[in-house]
């Protein structure tokens, strides 16, 4: 028996908002005890419920971290530093297992391939927990799903604190039609994009581009 980490990560794909990475560290003996309060991947749950769940596993967590990053953040990092998100991820979640200093860390891994997000992350770790990292680890594992779970819930707070600034705006992803429209009516009003979206996101800049071109016609 020993501690258990958890790692997962919300909101790494949509143009707006932060990126939330999320670890929570529970007793080996307590992962029958999140299965039986209804903790499972993140995607699968409603928001309330997820916000019901995320209490639950704070309050018993024997640690918890979260680490977010604004859109500012994640374009200083592709941009000038030239980090990828991969890079940033593995970074940062090396700093949350150091922190949390569990037995067995589970991730779950943003790189279809595993094996090269571990050798990533290991470059950073201190500690030396046995790790578990797999793709749709949230699917597989308690404990990932329990950090999925508060990440996403932190990362709604965030959407739902500019929805209420600056309206509705969908759902953020670039494959949202509704998005699209929010984005190409900000830069036409305001000419730039807004602070709240990641500027070096290719749909992003090319709206800007666009707007741009349209100008000079």
């Not at 707006?16 to 499972?40: H, I, N, Q, S, T």
């Not at 595993?114 to 990292?133: C, D, G, H, M």
Request: aromatic fraction near 8%; proline fraction near 5%.
């Amino acid at each position: 028996m020993g501690s258990i980490a958890g790692l997962d990560e919300a909101g790494r794909g949509p143009v707006f908002g932060p990126m939330v990475l999320c670890g929570v560290k529970f007793e080996e003996g307590e992962l029958e005890e999140l299965k039986a309060a209804g903790v499972r991947d993140s995607k699968l749950l409603s928001p309330r419920r997820r916000e019901t769940l995320a209490r639950v596993i704070t309050e018993k967590a024997s640690g918890l971290e979260i680490v977010e990053f604004s859109p500012t953040e994640i374009d200083e990092f592709r941009l000038r530093k030239k980090i990828n998100l991969n890079e940033l991820e593995a970074k940062t979640f090396a700093k949350i297992i150091d922190r949390l200093k569990p037995k067995f860390a589970y991730l779950d891994s943003p790189d279809p391939n595993p094996k090269l997000f571990e050798q990533r992350a290991r470059k950073y770790l201190k500690s030396k927990p046995k790790l578990v990292i797999e793709n749709f680890a949230d699917r597989k594992y308690v404990i990932v799903a329990a950090a999925s779970i508060v990440a996403k819930v932190r990362r709604d707070q965030r959407i739902a604190e500019l929805r209420e600034r600056y309206g509705d705006f969908g759902s953020g992803y670039t494959s949202d039609a509704r998005t699209i429209s929010f984005l190409e009516r900000w830069v036409r009003e305001h000419g730039k994009l807004p602070e709240f979206a990641r500027k070096s996101w290719k749909t992003a800049q090319r709206i800007v581009s666009e707007a741009k071109q349209k100008k000079l016609t």
